[in-house]
């Protein structure tokens, strides 16, 4: 490691949690693309800058600028997993006073470790867009950080993805959810010929069927029951009659065994965790350029992923036109690359729709949380705040209404109560 006089090795670096030499050797041992930038330049400065303002709930990103002696620079991400961001949420909330904090702290911990191993796995696979991995460390190794007297946080450095982002209040377009829908029959593929080793028993995160969560939906959807009184009684009435941690079980993971259908879902496929690629004039493509933030990654429905993204991402006249095609597309693409190995999709494209309304439910209560976080945001002007609150909770009335469709059209309360689904 070359150093120009007056660097202080021995400092932390911003807030990363890492002293600045700590970084500098471990780029020096595990960033190929950083030893031959650098080649025989001394380093002179070093920054991490936090991106995440907004834009993540359970860690923090640092592009981190490493500067050369002839003013040449070269960037990679550093992602540290911290509970602060989501607590500070928690309180902004209200109505979760006996939140239980130590829980919620160890579950970040183990979101950073499954998305340790998820990532390292996803990114051998060469057509899935996924950003180039050079070092995890896991947040229970009690692992030097190069700070006396702390212990390691946990980190994934990777590198710097230039692309742009399209956040949570603008909708995505129809030609994103057909090239999701195509990203994410690749991926399937590539796991279904995958060793199970590498990816069984490994990604088990509980969040999309923890009680605390679910909790969380329930004060989001009463609140937006009180300002949807009459629209949203029926539906409202129907999702607190559900035992969710059973129905989620049953939706995401229960089915799917039985169509033989388990794979392993990314988890958090919305558009805060999709980097895309940019236009010519600088502005969001349509392509998804790398999907990040793999730290809720699970076994499970292969439509759920899909149905994140539609439920949370689309606003109704998008969602509501682009659905079928894009199930149709998922499906034809995954058809076309079994075939290329002379094999069949293990489930069909009717039980791909039935996988699919199971997991839209489910995640039309999750979207409530979405859009009762946004109602306060210290970062944009109140009124900013306003309307994008109004947009969210316009997306997820219509979520729940359309919710209630699927409902009645698949007789879900006979269903659920056979199944022993109903609270």
């Given at each position: 490691?070359v150093?120009?006089n007056?660097?202080?090795?021995?400092?932390?670096?911003g807030?990363?949690?890492?002293?600045?030499?700590?970084?500098?050797?471990?780029?020096?041992?595990?960033c190929d693309?950083?030893?031959?930038?650098?080649?025989?330049?001394?380093?002179?400065d070093?920054?991490?800058?936090?991106?995440?303002?907004?834009?993540?709930?359970?860690?923090?990103?640092?592009?981190?600028?490493?500067?050369?002696?002839?003013?040449?620079?070269y960037?990679?991400?550093?992602?540290?997993?911290?509970?602060?961001i989501?607590?500070d949420?928690?309180?902004?909330?209200?109505g979760?006073?006996?939140?239980?904090h130590?829980?919620?702290?160890a579950?970040?911990?183990l979101a950073?470790d499954i998305?340790?191993?998820?990532?390292?796995?996803?990114?051998?696979?060469?057509?899935?867009?996924s950003p180039?991995?050079?070092f995890?460390?896991k947040?229970?190794?009690?692992?030097?950080c190069?700070?006396?007297?702390?212990?390691?946080?946990g980190?994934?450095?990777?590198k710097?993805?230039?692309?742009?982002?399209?956040?949570?209040?603008?909708?995505?377009?129809t030609?994103?959810?057909?090239?999701?829908?195509i990203?994410?029959?690749?991926?399937?593929?590539?796991?279904a010929?995958?060793?199970?080793?590498?990816w069984?028993?490994?990604?088990?995160?509980?969040?999309h069927?923890?009680?605390?969560?679910f909790?969380?939906?329930?004060?989001?959807m009463?609140?937006l029951k009180?300002?949807?009184?009459?629209?949203l009684?029926?539906?409202?009435?129907?999702?607190?009659?559900?035992?969710?941690?059973?129905?989620?079980?049953?939706?995401?993971?229960?089915?799917?065994e039985?169509l033989n259908?388990?794979?392993?879902?990314?988890?958090?496929?919305?558009t805060?965790?999709?980097m895309?690629?940019?236009?010519p004039?600088?502005?969001?493509?349509?392509?998804?350029?790398?999907?990040?933030?793999?730290?809720i990654?699970?076994e499970?429905?292969?439509?759920f992923?899909?149905?994140?993204?539609?439920?949370?991402?689309?606003?109704?006249?998008?969602?509501?036109?682009?659905?079928?095609?894009?199930?149709k597309?998922?499906?034809k693409?995954?058809?076309?690359l079994?075939?290329?190995?002379?094999?069949?999709?293990?489930?069909?494209?009717?039980?791909?729709?039935?996988?699919?309304?199971?997991?839209?439910?489910q995640?039309?209560?999750?979207?409530?949380?979405?859009?009762?976080?946004?109602?306060?945001?210290?970062?944009?002007?109140?009124?900013?705040?306003?309307?994008?609150s109004?947009?969210?909770?316009?997306?997820?009335?219509?979520?729940m209404?359309?919710?209630l469709?699927?409902?009645?059209?698949?007789?879900y309360?006979?269903l659920?109560?056979?199944?022993?689904?109903?609270?």
């Amino acid at each position: 490691m070359v150093l120009q006089n007056g660097i202080h090795e021995e400092k932390e670096l911003g807030i990363t949690g890492y002293s600045v030499k700590w970084v500098l050797e471990k780029l020096e041992e595990c960033c190929d693309d950083y030893v031959k930038a650098r080649d025989d330049r001394k380093v002179v400065d070093i920054e991490a800058v936090d991106v995440s303002e907004g834009k993540g709930y359970l860690s923090r990103v640092f592009v981190t600028t490493i500067t050369f002696d002839d003013g040449d620079n070269y960037k990679i991400a550093m992602k540290v997993p911290t509970y602060s961001i989501i607590e500070d949420k928690v309180k902004e909330m209200g109505g979760f006073e006996n939140h239980n904090h130590e829980e919620g702290r160890a579950n970040i911990n183990l979101a950073h470790d499954i998305e340790c191993d998820a990532i390292s796995f996803v990114s051998t696979f060469p057509n899935f867009p996924s950003p180039k991995v050079y070092f995890t460390q896991k947040t229970r190794e009690g692992q030097d950080c190069g700070l006396p007297g702390r212990d390691a946080p946990g980190v994934i450095i990777m590198k710097a993805i230039d692309g742009a982002s399209l956040g949570i209040i603008r909708s995505v377009t129809t030609e994103q959810c057909l090239n999701f829908a195509i990203d994410f029959a690749t991926l399937q593929d590539y796991v279904a010929q995958s060793p199970e080793s590498k990816w069984k028993g490994k990604f088990d995160s509980y969040l999309h069927f923890d009680k605390g969560m679910f909790d969380a939906c329930k004060i989001g959807m009463n609140r937006l029951k009180d300002e949807f009184p009459e629209e949203l009684a029926e539906i409202s009435n129907l999702f607190e009659s559900l035992d969710w941690e059973k129905f989620s079980k049953h939706a995401l993971k229960t089915i799917p065994e039985q169509l033989n259908a388990t794979t392993y879902a990314h988890g958090d496929a919305w558009t805060n965790n999709v980097m895309f690629k940019k236009n010519p004039d600088g502005s969001v493509g349509n392509e998804a350029l790398a999907y990040i933030d793999y730290q809720i990654g699970f076994e499970g429905s292969p439509l759920f992923d899909i149905a994140r993204f539609l439920t949370l991402c689309a606003d109704a006249e998008v969602r509501r036109e682009i659905t079928t095609p894009t199930l149709k597309t998922y499906y034809k693409k995954l058809t076309e690359l079994y075939g290329k190995r002379g094999e069949n999709v293990p489930f069909s494209f009717d039980e791909a729709e039935e996988m699919y309304d199971l997991a839209y439910v489910q995640q039309t209560y999750e979207l409530v949380i979405i859009a009762a976080f946004m109602e306060k945001d210290a970062t944009v002007a109140p009124e900013v705040t306003e309307a994008r609150s109004a947009k969210l909770k316009l997306r997820t009335r219509f979520a729940m209404l359309d919710a209630l469709q699927v409902w009645k059209k698949r007789n879900y309360s006979k269903l659920f109560a056979q199944f022993k689904l109903l609270a």
